[in-house]
C-alpha cells in the first residue's frame, strides 16, 4: 500500500444491502470506488451496533483494493489481532476510547496493519500531536459517530486546515467521516483531506445488481473536487 495524496472515495458499506455485503463491495469497486470502509460499532462507545471481525473476513475475499476498518469501540486493544487477521488492511481507533491510544497504535502496526487515528467533532488536534509518528491516517469526524446518515458539522473544516499543517510532508491520510455529499467534499479536500468516506452519497439511488448509479455518485464526488487537491 504505496502513499499518494490524490483523491480516494472509500464508500461505507453501513450504507449498502445488508444481506448482500459481499456484492455490494464487488459493485461498488467495480464503479470505481478506490478503498471500503467497513464502520465497526459496539452499542457502547457509540449508540449503535454493527458487525465484527466475522464479518470483515467473510467480506475480505470480495474487495480487491483496500478494506479501511474503523473500529468505534471500546476497549479496542483485544480486538486488533482480530481485526488484523480478518484482513484489514487499515484498523483505525478513536483518540477517545481508551486511556493508552499509543499502546493502540503500537499494537495497530505490530498487527501488520495501518495505524488510524480517528478524532470527534469534539476533540481537539492536540490530543494528535504526540501521535503523527505512530500513524498513517487521521480521520476527522464530522459528524457525531455511531449512525448514517447525519448532517455535516461545519467547524471540522478548520480542523482539517489545521491538521495538514501539523502533518507536514509527513506520509498521513486525512480521511473525512460523515455528511460527505458533492457540496461537503470540496470544502474538505480544499483544507487538505485526501480521503472521503461516503455513505448514502455512493449508494444512493443503485443496488449491486443495478450499480451504474454507484459510480454516477462516486464520479459526481470526484468531479465536485476536481481543482481543490
Known sequence: MSFDRSLKIAPSILAADFSAFGAECRAVEAQGADWIHVDVMDGHFVPNITFGPATCAALRPHIKGIMDVHLMIAPVDP?????????????????????????????????????????????????????????????????????????????????????????????????????????????????????LVAGSAVFKGGSFDKPEAYGENIMTIRNAVSGTM
Do not use: W
Not at 102 to 127: E, V
Not at 128 to 156: A, E, K, R, W, Y
Open 79 to 195: 480486538y486488533i489481532d482480530a481485526f488484523a487477521k480478518a484482513g484489514a488492511d487499515i484498523i483505525t481507533a478513536h483518540v477517545e476510547a481508551g486511556p493508552h491510544i499509543h499502546r493502540t497504535l503500537q499494537a495497530i502496526r505490530n498487527a501488520g496493519c495501518k495505524a488510524g487515528l480517528a478524532l470527534n467533532p469534539g476533540t481537539g488536534l492536540d490530543a494528535v500531536s504526540h501521535l503523527l509518528d505512530m500513524v498513517d491516517l487521521v480521520c476527522v469526524m464530522t459528524v457525531n459517530p455511531g449512525f448514517g446518515g447525519q448532517s455535516f458539522i461545519q467547524s471540522q473544516v478548520q480542523k482539517v486546515s489545521d491538521l495538514r499543517k501539523m502533518i507536514g510532508d509527513r506520509p498521513i491520510h486525512i480521511e473525512i467521516d460523515g455528511g460527505v455529499t458533492p457540496v461537503t467534499a470540496p470544502l474538505v479536500t480544499a483544507a487538505g483531506a485526501d480521503v
